[in-house]
């Protein structure tokens, strides 16, 4: 075979992957940007052209980075160092969260001076998201890439202290970093919220997605295990 065809067919084969490349990284931001609009049609606030520059050159890794105006002294470990959070639809199992800390690499983070698991508030848990075609429960890099496809009536469990809690997903919605009043406390009942960045694998990350699920209380929880 003559040089010529070798290096034609090595330029296509290089074209052609590098297309496949771009278009794996690119649709599923934008089919999930497409499908947000849809499912998620609450968004808070109007994105702002500061928040977005700023958010490209943001370490997301680093929780204190995730709101605009959050207290960022209060990212210190607490005393109850850890427990741990299971999501059975989007195969996570016994994912550790840490009560306060920074590095999302290294666990899933829980917002200082939120509500613990079961206690009545608002338990917030950050979890780092990049594109869902790398999803890997057991990767905290990753860990939340595929929590846009929970629904409400999704179930979360969490062991915390030895005791296991069950929560039921019952709203979706999307905020901006702006938002803090997701982090406020309604002390009415046992609520735990999830947040990661969206559109998942996006370096802008201007949104943050918000799942919110309330406790099933233990007679429920036992009828519904019987059944």
């Known amino acids: 075979m003559k040089r010529s065809t ?26 999930y940007e497409a499908i947000s609009k849809v499912k998620y049609p609450k968004l808070i606030s109007p994105i702002s052209e500061k928040g977005s520059t700023e958010s490209a050159n943001r ?14 002294e209060n990212f210190v470990a607490s005393k109850i160092s ?3 959070i299971s999501i059975p639809k ?39 998201s990049i594109l869902p075609r790398f999803y890997d429960p057991k990767d905290y890099v990753a860990i939340f890439s595929t929590l ?3 629904n ?23 905020v901006l970093p702006t938002d803090i009043q997701v982090l406020e406390q309604d002390v009415s009942d046992s609520y735990l919220t999830l947040v990661t960045c969206t559109p998942p694998g996006d370096p802008r990350d201007p949104k943050r997605l918000i799942v919110r699920a ?12 019987r059944n």
């Open 6 to 31: 070798v290096l034609k067919i090595s330029a296509i084969i290089s074209g052609v992957s590098g297309l496949i490349i771009l278009i794996g990284t690119i649709y599923p931001i934008a089919s």
């Open 59 to 72: 370490d997301d890794t680093k929780a204190s980075n995730w709101f605009v105006g959050s207290k960022k």
């Open 82 to 84: 850890y427990y741990t």
């Open 90 to 128: 989007l195969k996570i199992k016994n994912a550790t969260v840490a009560i306060g800390g920074e590095d999302l690499s290294k666990s899933l983070i829980q917002y200082p001076g939120t509500a613990l698991p079961g206690r009545d508030g608002n338990a917030v848990i950050f979890g780092h």
């Open 148 to 150: 846009p496809t929970l």
């Open 152 to 174: 409400k009536g999704d179930e979360i469990e969490v062991n915390y202290d030895g005791v296991s809690f069950l929560y039921r997903v019952m709203d979706m919605f999307e």
């Open 214 to 225: 309330k406790v099933v209380p233990p007679d429920i929880s036992y009828e519904n295990t």
